[in-house]
Antibody
């Protein structure tokens, strides 16, 4: 069974760093890109970027380029989304999803990130 | 402001059909047959309903269908059921600078 399991909810202060994870199982992790999608409270979905786990090549939405970093460790079938300095506006649910051009048939359960002083 | 434009809400009675539109530009919807649709129930992760404009993943009811004309894609749900009440999002590939863009979402209410 294909599964994407994300790390648990986080509560952070502005300026702190954070890395959340997404572990794939039940398939060849290097055969599918992993995308990250943000959903702010009560708002819609926003595509942030993606990574090809086979070579760690990344693409970012212009809206998120420079604000987050996407990485992967194929040896443990895990993708990451990280911030170096969080802002209150980063408070959101973050989903990872497996697939290529928008055909994300498998999603993680989501990681809620709360940034508050 | 989202890159793709969807109606904020649509509604229909059980058994009826509804269509949700997704309007983009010649740089996204109009240029690629890479439009997908997602259903999201409250507190849940999105679920893929349609990909590559009109293809249905295994397990998705054939009451859901997709199409595209020019810069506008559409999702049609026939034989509305109470369980179809959810938010629906379209998504399109938008080239090698922007990559993927979502619509703002449409809340479907089954009356």
């Amino acid at each position: 069974e294909v599964q994407l399991v994300q790390s648990g909810a986080e509560v952070k202060k502005p300026g702190e760093s954070l890395r959340i994870s997404c572990k794939g199982s039940g398939y060849s992790f290097t055969s599918y890109w992993i995308s990250w999608v943000r959903q702010m409270p009560g708002k819609g979905l926003e595509w942030m970027g993606r990574i090809d786990p086979s070579d760690s090549y990344t693409n970012y939405s212009p809206s998120f380029q420079g604000h987050v970093t996407i990485s992967a460790d194929k040896s443990i079938s895990t993708a990451y989304l990280q911030w170096s300095s969080l802002k209150a506006s980063d408070t959101a649910m973050y989903y990872c999803a497996r697939g290529h051009y928008g055909d994300w048939g498998y999603w993680g359960q989501g990681t809620l990130v709360t940034v508050s002083s | 402001q989202s890159a793709l434009t969807q109606p904020a809400s649509v509604s229909g009675s059980p058994g009826q059909s509804i269509t949700i539109s997704c309007t983009g530009t010649s740089s996204d919807v109009g240029s690629y047959n890479l439009v997908s649709w997602y259903q999201q129930h409250p507190g849940k992760a999105p679920k893929l309903m349609i990909y590559e404009v009109s293809k249905r993943p295994s397990g998705v009811s054939n009451r859901f269908s997709g199409s595209k004309s020019g810069n506008t894609a559409s999702l049609t749900i026939s034989g509305l059921q109470a369980e179809d009440e959810a938010d629906y999002y379209c998504c399109s590939y938008a080239g090698s600078s922007t990559f993927e863009v979502f619509g703002g979402g449409t809340k479907l209410t089954v009356l």
